[in-house]
């Protein structure tokens, strides 16, 4: 049998945190034969929430969950842990300015690095999901100092999602029949979901659109103002399509993408494309052996690099600002 592993979810409590617990304890998150120990981390206001969630996981009697651990203090809630799933951050209210924003997420950001740096497992893999996702993957990375950097990295999975679902929508393909679509950037309004290198059923996918205006004026902004879409029509956000997409990122990066086909990751950027380096940005990567690297000799055209350049301008002023308050 074999042994479990720690997996961590901070802000447990919250809606992504409600979808995403069953589907990790179902076998869903690593493979259908690992068992698996959960530790929750919330806000001292959330750990009774937890609690609650915590009995439901009890009454599904799921074979592969171990244990359950339920905490508001990150050293313990990392102690050992394997795998990171960092939901839990300070959402934006009316009003608040970005440096407002970002420090209050530094506050969250440092010291969980820190608790990850002092009390994880050696193989410790850590997914950012909570906004500014990418930046606050680079205050954690910043505060975890003995973790190598690559181990931090950010969602832009469902924005990956998202296009795929919606050139398949546009194209009459089945979702299967879609490969090597990438997301480049921050997952923030400037991402940029790239068709130009994508497949369908072996096809080139912008060839087949053939149609430069929907990719600029409906595919980009579709994807792109998503949540804004979901958050009008359903009245709340999107939550179970972002812990599916948390699932997702984690299940490549652990068992590797197919053969012939890549997926998008925010990961620390080693200058590639001309991101520069450090910044926690997506891009095309494979995944084997629970180790990605960047699809590298893409050819970037003008319509791409406009908009790459303009998400990446984004991220470096994220950077800047969370640099000037201290937090990296
Ligand atoms: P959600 O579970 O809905 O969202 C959590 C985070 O995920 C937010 O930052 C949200 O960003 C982000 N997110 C990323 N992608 C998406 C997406 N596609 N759709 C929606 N959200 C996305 O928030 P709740 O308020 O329900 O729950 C948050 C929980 O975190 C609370 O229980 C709170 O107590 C806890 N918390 C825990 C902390 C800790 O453990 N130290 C610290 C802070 C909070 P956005 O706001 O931009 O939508």
């Not at 969980?112 to 680079?138: E, H």
């Not at 792109?224 to 359903?234: D, F």
């Not at 179970?240 to 590797?256: F, K, L, M, Q, R």
Request: glycine residues 10%; charged residues 20%; negative net charge.
């Amino acid at each position: 049998t074999r042994t479990p592993v720690n997996v961590t979810v901070t802000g447990a409590a919250g809606q992504i945190g409600y979808a995403l617990l069953f589907r990790i304890a179902s076998g869903h998150l690593l493979g259908a034969d690992v068992p698996v120990n959960l530790r929750l981390l919330e806000i001292p206001q959330g750990l009774k929430a937890a609690e609650g969630t915590a009995m439901e996981l009890d009454d599904c009697a799921f074979p592969l969950l171990r244990g359950i651990e339920i905490t508001d203090d990150p050293n313990v809630a990392f102690d050992g842990a394997n795998v990171a799933l960092l939901v839990g951050a300070r959402p934006r209210t009316k009003g608040m300015e970005r440096g407002d924003l970002l420090s209050a997420n530094g506050g969250i950001f440092k010291p969980q690095g820190k608790a990850i740096n002092d009390n994880a497992a050696d193989d410790i893999k850590v997914l950012v999901v909570g906004n500014p996702a990418n930046t606050n993957a680079l205050i954690a990375q910043a505060a975890a100092p003995d973790v190598p950097a690559e181990r931090f990295t950010a969602m832009t999975r469902l924005d990956h999602n998202r296009a795929i679902s919606q050139l398949a929508k546009k194209t009459g393909a089945a979702v299967s029949d879609i490969k090597r679509l990438t997301i480049w950037g921050n997952h923030s309004a400037t991402q940029y979901p790239d068709v130009f290198h994508a497949e369908i059923a072996g096809k080139n996918a912008a060839e087949l659109v053939n149609d430069e205006a929907w990719l600029a004026d409906t595919f980009i902004p579709t994807v792109a103002k998503r949540g804004a879409a979901i958050i009008e029509a359903r009245g709340a956000s999107s939550a179970a399509s972002a812990a599916n997409a948390a699932i997702d990122h984690v299940h490549t990066w652990v068992n590797g993408t197919a053969e012939g086909d890549w997926t998008s990751m925010g990961i620390p950027s080693d200058g590639s494309y001309g991101v520069p380096e450090g910044l926690i940005s997506s891009f095309p990567v494979t995944v084997k052996n629970g180790t990605y690297e960047i699809v590298q000799g893409l050819e970037i055209n003008d319509f791409s690099r406009a908009r790459i350049d303009a998400s990446v301008k984004e991220l470096t002023e994220e950077r800047d600002a969370v640099r000037a308050l201290g937090l990296i």
